[in-house]
């Protein structure tokens, strides 16, 4: 599987051996290291400062991927795909789709929580068309498109490729979990 381009350094974690000073302007980046455990979502993380101070503080480490729903995947077929997207990073969403066997014809990224104007969903009906393309998003990007009528067009037009997160550990990261829930 390539995942060229979609691979990126970690922006959502930092670790700290004290609290950090709230002058820090990556604060709200930091919590997850500053819990008991760690989800890797990116299976090709290397080793590095977040996972070896981790590891030697005894903070579980879980790794964990994406997994697209096979049934919509079979549903898409061979049809050529305009995937958009306005997630943290659309490269990722990308490579979901091409790692599924979908061939992706066009791509529109766009920031993370990203409001569609009614222009560009004008714009990617009129492309998705022109081309003859299914319009696939992600489901949280599916979701934003509900409440706003200009919008409607393309919620109608797009589909959405839901996904679930697999985690490797699921029976050591299930008994964290339950005896998480145990304690008063």
Known sequence: MSTSGALRAATHAKYYEQAPD????????????????LVVVISD?????VLDRAERRGIAI???RLEPDRNVVAAIGRHKVL????IGNPEKFFSTLTA??????????????????????QDLIARAQG????LDTTEKDLARLSGDPQLAALKARASALPVR????????FRQMVLAALKRP
Not at 165 to 172: F, G, K, P, S, W
């Open 100 to 121: 599924a066997g979908i061939e992706v014809a066009e791509r529109a990224g766009f920031a993370d929580h990203h409001f569609y104007t009614a222009v560009q969903a």
């Open 131 to 134: 081309s003859a393309l299914m």
């Open 83 to 86: 995937a958009f997207a306005g």
């Open 62 to 64: 879980f790794h964990a």
């Open 165 to 172: 997160l697999v985690i490797e550990e699921a029976d050591r």
């Open 22 to 37: 709230r002058a820090d302007g990556d604060l709200a980046r930091s919590w997850i290291t500053r819990s008991g455990n």
């Open 45 to 49: 993380a290397k080793p590095g400062a």
